[in-house]
């Protein structure tokens, strides 16, 4: 097996560089359907002196059609006008991007009346992005959308501005911002987890900066009712990015969901501050450019709490949660075509909880710490090849009320990867490997000390036919030492545009998760689990109703086998009495289980005026147990579902916005059965079901300037309607009395948090 994926991968690279070597010099530059940025960086090494940053030309922005010009300089005007960009030149001879500015002689000196709308709309408001407010007259237009950016088999993309326009104060997270996104469900305020279609939070991946990090979470490990949030803040993220469904598999595999996170680079145009007080953190950001000719760019933030966290708890205990969390990530362009970059993510919290119950959790500490280094290279004019190293290191240490340290444990990994993305015969193909070595350590009631490899190749290929079909099909094969089993994944895409308005997509495929180290703790002989398994369908529709505004809805199927369950996490009972499930404390492979429901989205996605979106999903997730013959509502289903998000900028550089999230909301796991308001042990899994979640979030900010100084207010209320809305808590089952206490736990009432961010 190891033989055979070290052959895998060797072929597939030398495959790789052996098109590259052929191709390399092969026909004229095709530019039409790629992104704006890789356009620029075939300039760059062409000898073109042009310089941008990541906020002035985005990853959605594409290119529609081929430029006319044949020189260099001319080329470049004419890729950057259709999306409101233009060349300057800059000091050391360079070309810099800045955005298109209107003539001074065309500038209104009195109000300035509505333009018609038509190709572009003139709009005499402020442009927020990222750690940047641009207060000019700016003309914007939409860019057209690519093969890729049209229908629902696309990813679910928010760009650093949306992240900053539709993300809160008091929880500056970017994964709560993912909780909002139509078909996602997160029913507990006070953890970042998030679910899609029935899909359990493990099934679940996050990716940052291609690297697969489980483990950059502010937590206590092991205690989940204790609260969660990410170690990114919004400011520190240029592009998050939900895959669903028969996604391609190229970083991770996982059955369910995966966000993936891309640190945002700093400005090549000048440096930057920006400062932030909140009700619950406060925030510094520095950016600015590498050396003279702004050849790299560099950014460092840090964050810290200075209040409790999770806020608003109404219980019985008395939690304090502390964190601090430092971003950077250096960029430099070796010579044109050859850029280097160096990231580094690192945080640490710390949980004090007094609690009468004397094995709750009394204290927890968890750190983390990744570092990645990549080199991304630009060979001829159609080939890109990205090489990545990273280092990811977690540190957690658990105490128990009356008995002191409880748990403690140690994960480690490193990785490395390479990404060869090639144009060929009218297509475009992505194909790469991964070798993954990892070592996790545990002491608590049992101890777990492992050490395994996971490696991984990838190849697939899109291209575009006649009459606006696009279609796409991949493949990747994995194995782990750690269960030595091996997996193959496929996919494959199909997106159809009839006419210039609707279009149709389907996607269908077979995908694999391997065991993590938590799920072979038990097996005292080799470990006999094998990888759980997920068979995808989808199929929708859907229709442009302008250039910014457009509607979908999308049927999906989900079939699951060899799901890892361990039979006695729960007591219930038989013939009035406790039963055990009897086969020991262990996961193992017996859950099949099915998914299926549509979803329905209404989105208007504008850099001005209002923007946001509606989104109704309702699904039916269920599993059976094969060994014990049971069938039960899946842990995380939740039938209906509503998102709604929306930012608008008003005069007077004022923004508001609002985020509603309601559902049906997720059974409690568990053997439980209600009597009036309290409950008791039963013998049906997941029979009771956590009460309808509703919440209403309101948020404004103004801007101000004065000598030299950009300066924010901000303020927020969650909760608005102060709805009691209840999650899930580690409860306990009282043998003397029959009772089952502390499964739920109170949600956020009505908070009211303000603040203010300065720039200069």
Not at 554 to 581: Q, S, Y
């Amino acid at each position: 097996m190891t033989q055979m994926m070290a052959k895998f991968i060797v072929v597939l690279l030398s495959l790789c560089l052996g098109v590259t070597s052929v191709f390399a010099q092969s026909g004229p530059d095709a530019f039409v359907g790629r992104r704006l940025e890789d356009a620029l960086r075939v300039l760059q090494m062409r000898g073109l002196r042009v310089v941008f940053s990541s906020e002035m030309v985005t990853a959605d922005m594409r290119i529609a059609s081929e430029p006319r010009a044949k020189s260099g300089r001319k080329q470049l005007a004419e890729l950057l006008e259709p999306h409101g960009l233009a060349a300057e030149n800059g000091p050391g001879g360079v070309i810099q991007v800045v955005r298109q500015k209107q003539p001074k002689a065309e500038r209104p000196r009195g109000p300035v009346a509505p333009a018609p709308q038509r190709k572009a709309d003139a709009d005499h408001s402020d442009v927020l992005s990222a750690g940047t407010v641009y207060r000019e007259r700016v003309t914007v237009t939409a860019s057209p959308p690519g093969p890729r950016d049209v229908t629902g088999n696309s990813p679910r993309r928010l760009e650093s501005g949306e992240l900053q326009a539709f993300g809160g104060h008091v929880a500056d997270d970017p994964l709560r911002i993912v909780q909002a996104l139509p078909g996602v469900a997160g029913g507990d305020d006070f953890r970042s987890e998030y679910s899609v279609r029935g899909s359990p939070y493990h099934h679940a991946g996050m990716v940052v900066d291609g690297v697969i990090a489980p483990w950059l979470q502010h937590a206590a490990v092991g205690r989940g009712d204790t609260g969660t949030m990410s170690m990114l803040p919004s400011d520190m993220v240029q592009e998050a990015t939900l895959h669903v469904g028969a996604y391609a598999r190229r970083d991770g595999g996982q059955i369910g969901p995966q966000l993936n996170l891309a640190l945002r680079e700093g400005s090549r145009l000048a440096r930057r501050y920006r400062m932030g007080v909140s009700g619950t953190t406060a925030t510094l950001t520095a950016e600015g450019p590498l050396g003279a000719a702004a050849r790299g760019s560099w950014i460092v933030g840090l964050r810290k709490s200075h209040v409790e966290w999770p806020v608003g708890r109404d219980d019985h205990q008395i939690t304090v949660f502390g964190f601090g969390d430092l971003q950077s990530k250096f960029v430099y362009d070796v010579r044109p075509g050859q850029q280097v970059s160096v990231s580094l993510v690192a945080g640490v919290s710390n949980i004090e909880r007094d609690d009468p119950n004397l094995v709750a959790l009394a204290d927890g500490v968890n750190r983390a710490t990744m570092a990645t280094v990549a080199w991304r290279s630009i060979v001829g004019s159609r080939t890109v090849v990205t090489q990545r190293m990273s280092s990811l290191v977690h540190e957690y240490l658990n105490g128990d009320q009356a008995t002191g340290p409880a748990n403690r444990g140690t994960n480690r990994a490193g990785a490395y990867r390479f990404d060869v993305t090639r144009t060929l015969f009218r297509g475009v193909v992505e194909a790469g490997g991964q070798v993954r070595r990892v070592r996790g350590s545990g002491r608590g009631p049992e101890v777990i000390d492992a050490s395994w490899s996971e490696r991984s190749g990838h190849a697939s290929f899109r291209r575009t036919l006649g009459a606006g079909v696009t279609l796409e099909s991949g493949l990747r094969l994995a194995d782990s030492t750690l269960v030595h089993h091996r997996a193959l994944d496929r996919w494959l895409q199909a997106e159809w545009s009839p006419g210039s308005r609707w279009f149709l997509h389907g996607s269908t495929g077979v995908m694999h998760q391997f065991p993590a180290l938590e799920h072979v703790r038990g097996w005292a002989g080799p470990v006999q689990l094998r990888p759980e398994r997920a068979t995808y369908v989808d199929l929708g529709i859907g229709q442009r109703l302008s250039s910014s505004v457009r509607w979908d809805a999308t049927l999906f199927a989900r079939r699951e086998r060899d799901v890892l369950r361990r039979p006695e996490a729960h007591l219930r009972m038989v013939d009035g009495i406790f039963a055990d499930k009897g086969v020991g404390d262990r996961f193992e492979n017996v859950l099949a289980g099915s998914a299926r429901g549509m979803e329905l989205t209404l989105e208007r996605r504008r850099q001005t005026g209002l923007s946001g979106w509606v989104g109704y999903s309702y699904g039916v997730a269920r599993h059976t147990d094969t060994t014990h013959h049971e069938t039960f509502q899946a842990d995380f289903d939740q039938r209906h579902a509503i998102n709604v998000s929306a930012s608008a900028a008003l005069p007077w550089k004022t923004r508001v916005g609002l985020t509603f999230r309601g559902g049906t909301n997720f059974p409690i796991p568990g053997y439980l059965v209600a009597r009036g308001s309290q409950l008791f042990p039963g013998d049906e899994r997941n029979r009771v079901r956590l009460p309808a979640y509703a919440r209403l979030d309101l948020r404004a900010e103004r801007a101000f300037d004065h000598r030299g100084l950009h300066f924010t207010l901000f303020a927020e209320t969650l909760n608005v309607l102060n709805r009691t809305n209840v999650g899930l808590a580690d409860g306990v089952i009282m043998r003397d009395t029959g009772e089952a206490i502390g499964f739920t736990e109170r949600l956020f009432p009505r908070l009211m948090s303000a603040g203010l961010r300065f720039e200069f």
